[in-house]
């Protein structure tokens, strides 16, 4: 699980490098956003036992066509991520630049 979280990381940091990455200890998560503040967050690293969740705060409002996303939360959604593999597919990279989008307009 820690590779894939930190294959995550990079991918995030490549398509954000100036993002703000926080540590929330007591959520058990890695956040990143513009500022320090929920709603200024594009996505979280959510590290499992048996997976890593990529979160997305407004995950409803992104375009999933991939339908990657899941969750039943009023506005967040996360992809679950299971293998190595999982972790370099095409769509969470849009689904990342899409959240950035939407998070810089205020959405």
Known sequence: M?????R????????VPNAIEQVDQPGK?????????YKDTICV???L?????LGFPRGTELPDPERLLT???KRARHVKITTLQDADLP?????I???VTLTRSGG
């Open 8 to 15: 995550l990381r990079v991918l995030i940091l490549e398509i």
């Open 97 to 99: 630049e899409a959240s």
């Open 91 to 95: 769509g969470l990279r849009g689904l």
């Open 2 to 6: 820690q590779a894939i979280a930190l």
């Open 29 to 37: 998560l890695i956040g990143y956003g513009f500022k320090p503040t």
């Open 45 to 47: 690293i959510m590290p």
């Open 49 to 53: 036992k048996s997976a890593v969740n």
């Open 71 to 73: 969750g039943t939360g």
